[in-house]
């Protein structure tokens, strides 16, 4: 469809380089004044990027999605956004920049999965009250792209676990960012919408955008991802291609048991439980 | 798709909708007055020159007076109550959560009490000691809320209902040293009612109500990705803290002035944006105002009720004229919206989840 197109290109061909995109610069972070939930973490990414951020529960990567997504400030370090310090961005600009999937949505109130996907047009509301064709245009792709046209009419607390992080994610599209950060988008879901999920978020990040996930499944992240980060109790152990990052001895020494790590047939290296 | 065309259809279908409530609340203004009672609907609209008839005056100082505080009062209340269960992400959140019924109620026995004690009377700053005491309490929750690194509802929820029941708690040592006519005053007043005389009040309540609905609708569409939770609205644009710093001082002051005028009228703020709710979804670019104009619309019903019915009921022969008199609007709206809204819950799919 030739709407879709100008909608999708808008997005690609806004800023072509290869320059850093979103940048951690010797980012510590913690909660109250315990101990660090994130220290001296430096990341650095660039357009067309699908990085997965691995690691056991409690090892900062959801602390370390919120920071890149603006809603905690770090201590110390600065989390760069094309060049420019991130908590200098307004929400307004922030949000037309990066969108944010959670891992559940749970509306207090019955909203259509039609108007849920609306919602990312907010930030371009400016002071209208009312949404522009041009905002339901947007919304009206995001549904098709995701493949849940059919779904705009139903309440979104109607519909299954695995469409809701459908509507969701055409919500983050629906706000047209360069940015996804995901927190566990696949976590809940069955293995047929993870595999919807994940390849929409293949193909943005194909279509250059940057796209940063948490994951607990080692093996999704190894076939879907480009590259991957380790964290282990706050820190960065190790980050890089699928290959690189997943090593027998580098897992023994994160998660603490033996898991073999074997070549699948497409080439992608394969965590199996001992 | 259709799904956009209902959006599209949006502004349309909003006017469509406030022209109706708007048209019904202006009909029941210009009949509700004239119903019962002795009045004259000729003496009041041709009497002119330098003879005042009764009817002229019952009709401006306190008929329209009544009717004008029921319709700005429930609107206020609607309104608070639309906004306090947005920002609490709860249906059942009402207008009183954050302890200004408590405080009122407080200032206003302790300016009763004062009038008691000496030779000057006090009486003149009733409705404002009442809502100097709806906003202790606020202040004291905007000092805990600063404190918060973040918005968290669970916080704010038990700091009201403390607040509440250490205000009563004092109440009573008030109600306890003083006598019975005053405690029988401060408890009359608990019960709500809105047999007001004159204007003033209203020159307070209305141009709260109508500024209050005009910015509540227009950041109606932040008040929906609000709905969502704090930290989604921030990754939408939204500046939640401030934003929610904003939409919760208006409704609490539309509260606090609701509270002075009329005293703590229950169930009005929970029932009728609930109710809006089930009628035409929780977009609040229409639940905002909608429920403005039914919530007025039912508390001007409910005290015509209280007002009227005891008398049409002696008119049928169901009670002896002799015992003819005014019900509380209070005690109305409690009587109906209790129920009410317990069938409502009955009813009610699940939509919220645990979480």
Known sequence: MSQ??????????????????????????????????????DLTCVRGQFVGVLGPNGAGKSTLLKVLGGTLRPQTGEVLLGGQPLHQLSRVELAKRIAFVPQRTVPAFPYTVFEMV?????????????????DLEVAR?????????????????????????????????????????????????????????????????????????????????????????????????????????????????????????????????????? | M????????????MLAHICLAATIAVVLTLVIPFVGGTINIREVLFSRGTHISPSTIVFWQTRLP?????????AALSLAGVVFQAVLRNPLA???????????????????????????????????????????PLFLLHLIGRKQRCWNPEVFLLAGVVMNVFASALLLLVQYFSDFTLVRQMFAWMLGGLDIVGYAPLAFLWPCVIIGTVILTVLGRGLNVLTLGTTTAMHLGIESRRFVNVVVWIAALLTAVSVAVAGPIGFVGLVIPHIVRNLIGSDHRLLVP?????????????????????????????????????????????CLGGPFFLILLFRQERTTGDV
């Not at chain 1, 320059?19 to 972070?29: V, Y």
């Open chain 1, 4 to 41: 879709d197109r100008t909608i999708t290109e808008r997005v690609n061909t806004c800023c072509p380089d290869h320059s850093p995109l979103l940048e951690c610069k010797a980012i510590s972070f913690c909660y109250e004044s315990d101990s660090w939930v994130l220290e001296n973490i």
């Open chain 1, 118 to 134: 609306l919602m990312g047009r907010q930030p371009y509301a400016g002071l209208r009250i009312f949404e522009d064709e041009h």
């Open chain 1, 141 to 274: 792709w995001a549904l098709e792209r995701v493949g849940i046209v059919h779904l705009a009419k139903k309440r979104f607390h109607h519909i299954s676990g695995g469409e809701q992080q459908l509507a969701v994610v055409a919500r983050a599209l629906a706000q047209q960012t360069d940015i996804l950060l995901l927190d566990e988008p696949v976590t809940y879901l069955d293995i047929r919408h993870q595999w919807e999920v994940l390849n929409i978020l293949k193909d943005c990040s194909e279509g250059n955008k940057l796209v940063i996930g948490t994951f607990h499944d080692l093996n999704a992240a190894s076939r879907w991802c480009t590259t991957l980060v380790l964290l282990a109790q706050g820190r960065i152990v190790r980050s890089g291609s699928p290959d690189e990052v997943l090593s027998e001895h580098v897992l023994d020494e994160v998660y603490g048991i033996a898991l073999r790590v074997e070549k699948s047939p497409a080439g992608y290296p394969r965590v199996e439980l001992p």
């Open chain 2, 2 to 13: 259709s799904a956009a065309e209902n959006n599209s259809r949006l502004p349309r279908l």
């Open chain 2, 66 to 74: 009544r009717v004008l505080a029921a319709l700005g009062c429930g």
């Open chain 2, 94 to 136: 009402e207008p009183y959560i954050l302890g200004v019924s408590g405080g009122a109620a407080l200032g206003k026995a302790l300016v009763l009490v004062l009038s008691s004690m000496g030779n000057v009377t006090f009486l003149a700053f009733l409705n404002v000691g009442s809502f100097a005491g709806a906003l202790i």
């Open chain 2, 290 to 334: 909608l429920s403005a104009f039914y919530g007025g619309i039912f508390l001007l019903l409910c005290d015509f009720l209280g007002w009227r019915g005891m008398e049409f009921a002696a008119r049928g022969g169901a009670i002896r004229p002799e015992s003819v008199a005014e019900i509380p609007v209070g005690i109305i709206t409690a």
